[in-house]
């Protein structure tokens, strides 16, 4: 077997044992499944030991697959360097691809970013690319982007980061609500109210957003489509929603109170890979401190772990 074609394959086994799933890697890797169902198997082949369960439901791997994958992430993250490298040596030294968390439009530091970018860099071609935080952060890990903006997550270890935007949330109240004669609230007034709450990927965010609010005995309504959509079930069922940004680019009865003793935050980072030192980077890096210096900072901020934000 070829080198080329074994690294192929070694990269292939690593997004199916990632997902779990043929389907889902086949799809990332612009192929059918059942041909990557054989590139499986044929590496198996060569190996001489399986690397998946098939009795099992899901593409779980074996002992010896699961020992396997930890030597192939490393291959794959090398491999990936490599191609970083030799595109920016390349056609595509002034080309970044720039994650986007899908829940982030209303964020006046996203907007303030990319237009500075615009302007200070007109050479730089950015190729934006728009998810959920998890998936944009296996994106970045894999080196699939080079840049992301998203929600902080537990796990950023492995990662340069810097938060640009870090502040309480609000809470939104029916104009009948008795809270709505209050000109402010405090968490003792959460205690038994109804409040709209929707299922998010990110754990770091969960906690860190709603956890408060549940601690304060709020009676949770749980909205699986996402944020915009409990936004408009606290709207249809005339009930509270905690409000940390978006409501100001949607119109509706609901009046924003601030919460005086809340330790509830939104936090949104700007992250890359720690040891992608790229020239075109570092300049939308140092473009973000700017940024972060500037705006949406009135909790104290995290940047780089280890490194200090000049």
Not at 138 to 149: G, K, S
Not at 172 to 194: C, F
Not at 261 to 284: F, G, H
């Amino acid at each position: 077997m070829r080198m080329d074609q074994d690294l192929r394959r070694l990269v292939q086994f690593y997004h199916v044992a990632r997902t779990k799933s043929l389907s889902t890697a086949a799809l990332k890797l612009s192929v059918e499944p059942t041909w990557l169902s054989r590139q499986i198997k044929q590496l198996e082949s060569h190996l001489g030991f399986l690397l998946f369960d098939r009795s099992a439901r899901h593409m779980t791997l074996t002992t010896e697959g699961s020992e396997f994958f930890e030597s192939v992430k490393e291959i794959t993250d090398a491999a990936r360097r490599v191609e970083s490298v030799a595109r920016s040596l390349g056609a595509g030294k002034n080309e970044l691809f720039f994650g986007l968390a899908d829940s982030s439009f209303w964020l006046p530091a996203r907007k303030a970013l990319l237009d500075t970018i615009s302007k200070c860099h007109p050479e730089i071609i950015l190729k934006t690319v728009v998810s959920d935080t998890t998936e944009l952060m296996n994106q970045l890990r894999d080196r699939e982007i080079d840049i992301c903006l998203v929600g902080r997550l537990h796990d950023m270890e492995r990662f340069d980061f810097l938060t640009i935007h870090n502040r309480a949330p609000r809470l939104l109240v029916p104009q009948e609500s008795p809270l709505s004669k209050k000109h402010e609230l405090s968490m003792a007034d959460i205690s038994g109210l109804d409040i709209a709450i929707p299922l998010v990927d990110n754990d770091y965010s969960f906690e860190t957003i709603y956890g408060p609010f549940l601690s304060a005995g709020a009676r949770p309504h749980w909205v699986s489509e996402g944020p915009l959509a409990a936004f408009h079930f606290a709207l249809a069922n005339r009930i509270s929603l905690v409000a940390w940004g978006f409501e100001h680019s949607v119109n509706g009865p609901l009046l924003a109170k601030e919460i005086v003793d809340s330790d509830a935050k939104v936090e949104v980072v700007v992250a890359m890979n720690a040891d992608d030192d790229r020239e075109v980077l570092q300049k939308v890096w140092q473009n973000a401190i700017t940024i972060a210096r500037r705006i949406d900072k009135p909790f104290p901020r995290d940047s780089r772990p280890g490194k200090k934000v000049p």
